[in-house]
């Protein structure tokens, strides 16, 4: 079991930034990919961004590409994620998810094993 718990979210305005953290506690983490999702009210919860186990590899959503950047301590057992150029779009709950033995399919909430609780993301304009 990995326990995952979200934090950094809040308000801020178009244009702004914000740092998201995920700490994870329980089985080995440096072992699992790490995902960022988010789901607006009345969406679907779509991917935002993903890490390998190293943090050698990097993906991201279209929509957030140029503007966010995914990072990983595994000394640190933490996930982070760095928005900036906020735009009303993002406003979102944000989650992290934690997979094991994810390659090409990161884009796939069901690959993923383990989920925090979010945190809300709101960007006013």
């Not at 995902?35 to 991917?47: D, L, N, S, Y």
């Amino acid at each position: 079991q990995v326990q995952l718990v979200e934090s950094g979210g809040g308000l801020v305005q178009a244009g702004g930034s914000l740092s998201l953290s995920c700490a994870a506690s329980g089985h080995t983490f440096s072992v699992y990919g790490m995902g960022w999702f988010r789901q607006a009210p009345g969406k679907e919860r779509e991917f935002v961004a993903f890490i390998n186990w190293s943090g050698s590899s990097t993906y991201y959503a279209d929509s957030v590409k140029g503007r966010f950047t995914i990072s990983r301590d595994n000394a640190k057992n933490a996930v982070y994620l760095q928005m900036n150029s906020l735009k009303p779009e993002d406003t979102a709950v944000y989650y992290c998810a934690a997979g094991f033995g994810i390659k090409n399919d990161y884009r796939l909430s069901y690959q993923y094993q383990f989920w925090g609780q979010g945190t809300q993301v709101t960007v006013s304009s």
